[in-house]
């Protein structure tokens, strides 16, 4: 269940993104609800938005995204000159 209490508004995530990745804004957020990516949000109305904390915290850990390894950082033992 989703708590209320426990929700940001636009600008209160737009401001913790801005503290911990260097970027983030209101416009942001919008442009990503109108083409929905991003975080979850729960609009109430015509016109209140809010981010549930643990909908958004389980979106940002969805984020990580693993490093891949070149196809030529390793080369198999047969290709490497003698």
């Known amino acids: ?30 442009m990503w609800r109108q083409q929905r990516i991003g975080p979850p949000w729960i609009k109430i109305g015509h016109n209140i938005i809010l981010y549930p904390n643990d909908a958004f915290d389980l979106w940002l850990t969805s984020q990580v995204q693993e490093p891949v390894r ?13």
């Open 1 to 30: 269940m989703v708590s209320l209490a426990n929700s940001r508004t636009p600008k209160e995530l737009a401001t913790l993104l801005k503290e911990k990745t260097g970027t983030g804004t209101e416009r942001m957020l919008r």
């Open 70 to 82: 070149s196809r030529h950082s390793r080369r198999p033992a047969e290709l490497l000159p003698a």
